[in-house]
């Protein structure tokens, strides 16, 4: 592998590093606690391919269960190789779960393996506040006022327009602002365009027209651009 090369395989490294940590503060894939839920509403399961520059590199898979109480629990599971020249130059999992009721965060639980660095955190809601605890790389626990708390849920729009958001990868809390940009076709699909901004960058979401269900994702830094397309 040339000098030139290598410099290249680390920039890409260093630059999905970036993005993963900023987009992949949603919830990911683990064994949920506690008993199934009694009396489904609806069920949904939401599927995308993942692209940096437009090479595809993996894959995150949603699994939402959502029951007459108003709880939603949220399974999914993020997993993405990038590759020079046939050789893989970076890794990232992500595993999580979550609870929720009429819209407030009730637990999380993540353990990601971002290229060999672990991280384990997990948050409880107490009345009006959020128990963040995080056992690797660090071992840290704080408690913050969250009378409704959410984390980056780019299934469900309406969780987006909170003021702040929650990483789940790193349990910081961010500010954020959602912005509309009007209505476009996505690969031919009529979708309303979304830019989520917060201190660690803006991430393009789009949602079907017709009933606003999330169908794509989109962000650039650094000469990279991370995408998720449905999968086929």
Not at 96 to 108: F, T
């Amino acid at each position: 592998m040339t000098s030139e090369s290598l410099h290249g395989a680390l920039r890409t490294s260093a630059t999905l590093m970036v993005l993963l940590a900023m987009l992949l503060a949603n919830p990911s894939f683990a064994e949920l606690k506690g008993p199934e839920p009694k009396a489904l509403l609806h069920n949904q399961h939401l599927s995308f391919d993942v692209y940096f520059n437009d090479r595809r590199v993996g894959e995150h898979v949603f699994e939402l269960a959502h029951d007459h109480d108003g709880q939603t629990r949220v399974r999914s599971m993020a997993s993405f190789t990038a590759r020079l020249l046939f050789v893989p130059v970076y890794r990232y999992q992500h595993q999580a779960s979550e609870s929720w009721k009429a819209g407030c965060l009730q637990a999380l639980t993540a353990v990601t393996d971002d290229n060999g660095t672990q991280f384990e955190v997990s948050m409880q809601r107490k009345a009006d506040q959020l128990v963040i605890s995080q056992s690797a790389p660090d071992v840290l626990t704080t408690q913050i006022a969250a009378p409704c708390p959410a984390t980056y849920a780019y299934w469900d729009l309406a969780l987006l327009r909170r003021a702040q958001l929650i990483n789940a990868q790193t349990g910081s809390v961010d500010d954020s602002k959602l912005i509309e940009r009007g209505i476009e076709s996505l690969d031919g699909v009529p979708a309303r365009r979304f830019t989520l901004e917060s201190q660690e960058g803006s991430i393009e979401l789009w949602y079907r027209a017709s009933d606003l269900q999330w169908i794509g994702l989109r962000s650039a830094q650094n000469g990279g651009t991370l995408s998720y397309r449905p999968a086929s």
